[in-house]
């Protein structure tokens, strides 16, 4: 288990540091991590590759065609600025 010192827990941590009419709350809040034990890798490789085959057995996603792009006309400010701003770009 390591301590991992995170500026923005101090924000909970002086959050849970209050006083009421009956009493004074002293809390804190830190981060540790751990490291998963033998029986729970066996787990969450199981678990991913359940998921992988899950994955490649499901169809392909279908392909969307879009429609042709009509150029505007000339002159048409509203319309060339709505083109340029919100057509579908194709890379």
Do not use: W
């Amino acid at each position: 288990m390591k301590y991992l010192p995170l500026r923005d827990f101090d924000d909970v941590t002086n959050a849970l540091n209050f006083d009421t009419a009956d009493c004074h709350v002293i809390g804190g809040c830190d981060l540790y991590t751990t490291k998963a034990a033998g029986a729970d890798k066996k787990l969450y490789k199981n678990i991913e590759n359940s998921l992988e085959t899950q994955l490649r057995l499901l169809p392909p996603p279908p392909t969307r065609r879009l429609p042709p792009r009509e150029e505007p006309q000339e002159g048409d400010e509203h319309t060339r600025h709505y083109a340029l701003q919100f057509a579908p770009q194709i890379l």
